[in-house]
T-cell receptor, first 114, second 112 residues
């Protein structure tokens, strides 16, 4: 079974600071990787996804993530955060070949201060 | 133009009661899911249906029973509610083999 680790539980940054959130997964086969964001009181929205090809993936709102297969990692980055990026961020993985069973990490709460 | 909708948004009930949560998607997807998000924000899959057939059934008490009357609907019925059932329940859908899941707004269940 797959598992996902997000080591940063709570991150506090000032506006304009750069962001990197860690995500590592454990699975013996090939996977699809996702980052979802949950703004306060809202549902989950997809930020970006990786299925295959270029390991550097660009998503919405200036976010990007890099898949490093040798490290089983899919870290999320943003060069300059805004106050409106305050949210909970979830990394998720599903085995390729199936649309089922997204496994989520425990989430990282990002707080951006003015 | 709500893609995945859930009703109710909030549900407060007493221990021992039976309640249902409904989910509908208008995206034409063929696979739907129920997730539970606990107080620490941890999200865990509970069930998945593909074309009205149950394809994922995680380790969930049998007090929880999903029902899918058609591809666009997936309901969750919970019997004999317990304090530990308090959580936010999210419905999601996808079109195989897209892998990208679209989430509903969630139902916050509080058991007192």
């Amino acid at each position: 079974a797959q598992s996902v680790s997000q080591h940063n539980h709570h991150v506090i940054l000032s506006e304009a600071a750069s962001l990197e959130l860690g995500c590592n997964y454990s699975y013996g086969g090939t996977v699809n990787l996702f980052w979802y964001v949950q703004y306060p009181g809202q549902h989950l929205q997809l930020l970006l996804k990786y299925f295959s090809g270029d390991p550097l993936v660009k998503g919405i709102k200036g976010f990007e993530a890099e898949f490093i297969k040798s490290k089983f990692s899919f870290n999320l980055r943003k060069p300059s955060v805004q106050w409106s990026d305050t949210a909970e961020y979830f990394c998720a993985v599903s085995p390729t070949g199936t649309a089922s069973k997204l496994t989520f990490g425990t989430g990282t709460r990002l707080q951006v201060t003015l | 133009d709500t893609a995945v909708s859930q009703t109710p948004k909030y549900l407060v009930t007493q221990m021992g009661n039976d309640k249902s949560i409904k989910c509908e998607q208008n995206l034409g997807h063929d696979t739907m899911y129920w997730y539970k998000q606990d107080s620490k924000k941890f999200l865990k899959i509970m069930f998945s249906y593909n074309n009205k057939e149950l394809i994922i059934n995680e380790t969930v008490p049998n007090r929880f029973s999903p029902k899918s009357p058609d591809k666009a609907h997936l309901n969750l019925h919970i019997n004999s509610l317990e304090l530990g059932d308090s959580a936010v329940y999210f419905c999601a859908s996808t079109m195989t083999p897209s892998y990208e899941q679209y989430f509903g707004p969630g139902t916050r269940l509080t058991v007192t």
